[in-house]
């Protein structure tokens, strides 16, 4: 299979949600890109903007099933993973499955569950399986997990453990539409045609089928990666962990995450190979939940997004 097949179907995907999610191209890019490399991601964004319905219709998009787990202090390990029961009939265990059982998993508000719970998360996250009462079980090898977050609502939150967040290829921020896109979600709206209601009635196609993601993966390696490019992804996360105003910097991960993500940012933007603007590009939705700043910097207003940015325009630039 070859790129050109790729970038058929990341482009046909991308309009297809566009049906639906209207006015964030930028949010559906990244998340078609977490999809296609085998990561994982966060979502970031005020209650209202479609972070649901955008899961929802990447699965209805790519063949995929899709669960949904709201995330409370009570949600105990075995809501998520499930659990094995005595069947009294037939005088043996039986496995209820959790909903980690699926293809794309939202974890709504991931942060209001304690560590305890969240923990049930990393085995799933890393290895694609999940132990239950010592025995291990598969997960459907494009298992992908998207956790939202409210930004809004600190109270009654646990903080998401270090090891946790660095599992998570991207941290996407979703915002509220501009003008002119929330109009013409309020006229659907009035005329009946609401994003759910495109959605239920299957005005979305399929543009793939959930077989064929894992061959799709496979062709990302015909992107090209010149040396140059490599080299330039490692010094800027080796940037993070000596910058004065940072305290935590990213790590080998981050590396792995920056050279994959620019990878599939050049196959939908058609190209067979990677350039330096793709690197950009992703630099700071790989970097933006990995570091962590000196708190004395954080108390001047300075941002994530700023320490990129500087360390960006310090980098030398690949010719």
């Known amino acids: 299979m070859n790129t050109e097949r790729l970038k058929e179907v990341l482009v046909a995907a991308k309009n297809e949600v566009g049906k639906v999610i209207i006015g964030q191209g930028r949010v559906i890019d990244l998340t078609l890109i977490t999809i296609f490399v085998g990561g994982h991601s966060l979502i970031e964004g ?7 319905l955008l899961v929802r219709t990447m699965g209805a998009v790519l063949g995929c099933d899709s669960q949904r787990i709201q995330f409370t202090p009570d949600l105990m390990p075995a809501d998520i993973t499930g659990t094995n029961v005595f069947n009294l009939k037939e005088n043996v265990f039986s496995l209820i499955k959790g909903p980690v059982f699926t293809t794309f998993l939202l974890a709504d508000e991931i942060n209001r569950a304690p560590a305890k719970t969240q923990s049930a998360l990393l085995q799933a996250m890393q290895e694609r399986k999940v132990s ?3 025995q291990t079980h598969e997960l459907s090898p494009n298992f992908t997990v998207f956790a939202t977050q409210n930004p809004i609502e600190y109270e009654g939150t646990y903080p998401l453990p270090e090891a946790q967040k660095d599992r998570f290829l991207f941290k996407i921020m979703m915002n509220c539409p501009e003008r002119d896109e929330e109009l013409v979600l309020a006229r659907s709206m009035l005329g009946g045609d609401s994003p759910e209601t495109v959605l239920e009635r299957g005005d979305v196609g399929r543009v793939v089928d959930m077989d064929e993601l894992p061959k799709l993966r496979e062709t990302l390696r015909g992107v090209t990666v010149r040396e140059e490019i490599t080299s330039y992804v490692v010094d800027i996360i080796r940037a993070t962990r000596s910058h004065n105003s940072i305290l935590v910097g990213a790590g080998p991960r981050g590396t792995q995450g920056l050279l994959m993500s620019a990878r599939a940012s050049a196959a939908i933007a058609g190209r067979d ?6 690197v ?13 700043l000196r708190p004395e910097f954080e108390i001047e207003g300075l941002t994530v997004d700023e320490v990129v940015e500087n360390i960006l325009q310090k980098s030398v630039v690949p010719r």
Not at 46 to 52: L, M, S
Not at 273 to 278: E, I, K, M, S
Not at 280 to 292: F, I, S, T
């Open 280 to 292: 950009k590009d992703m630099a700071g939705p790989v970097l933006a939940h990995r570091l962590v």
């Open 46 to 52: 005020v209650p209202g903007v479609a972070k649901t």
């Open 132 to 134: 239950i009462d010592r």
């Open 273 to 278: 190979f990677v350039t330096p603007d793709d």
